[in-house]
């Protein structure tokens, strides 16, 4: 990493109401520098999503109401600056719904990181997964086996090469059946 200096953070929350704690995950070895370089949204979704899907047992698909809500979510922390689970003073199964996901269980991670130079799509994503696998929270949620469905978010600042990258994670509620007369 040549010596500069890295800061990454990483949050969780899981479930629809309870805050967890959570460990500060080290530093990871997949956080690298590549001058000139900018992560593509489309790209660090795709890596997010397959890289979430080699952990765990069960594979979780793209849900594009939880892709909504987790983009709407980065993009807001990236503008406001701000980087907390009720950042926007709304929990993420409050955004979830709002983005029209019925949600009976609703998981979020997110991550942080100021790269002077730049970097890739994958490394920023192999980055983000590296270090929700170090906590055991953000791993916890990851690996949830209740849920099947995924959406991720990426939001960032040129000019400051901060990325922001928010991993929502869910079980829709079961589909209510309408008796027909």
């Known amino acids: 990493m040549g010596g500069k200096i890295h ?6 929350l899981f479930g629809m109401w309870a805050v967890v704690g959570c460990a500060e995950p080290k530093q990871s070895a997949a956080l690298k520098s590549t001058p000139g370089a900018q992560p593509e949204r489309a790209a660090v979704r795709q890596s997010v999503v397959a890289l979430t899907n080699v952990q765990r047992s069960k594979t979780v698909k ?13 993009d807001y922390l990236a503008r406001t600056g701000k980087f907390d689970h009720d950042a926007d003073g709304r929990n993420c199964g409050q955004r979830a719904i709002a983005a029209g996901f019925d949600a009976r269980v609703v998981c979020e991670n997110l991550y942080a990181c100021e790269v002077p130079g730049g970097m890739t799509s994958d490394d920023l994503a192999a980055a983000a997964v ?52």
């Open 130 to 181: 590296e270090g929700w696998m170090k906590s055991p929270g953000h791993r916890n949620n990851l690996l949830d086996g209740r849920v099947s469905a995924i959406g991720i978010g990426m939001a960032s600042d040129a000019a400051t090469n901060k990325y922001i990258v928010v991993q929502m994670l869910g079980k829709p509620a079961a589909s209510r059946k309408v008796a027909r007369r």
């Open 7 to 12: 800061k990454c953070m990483v949050a969780m």
């Open 62 to 74: 793209s849900d594009r109401r939880l892709e909504k809500a987790a983009q709407k979510y980065a």
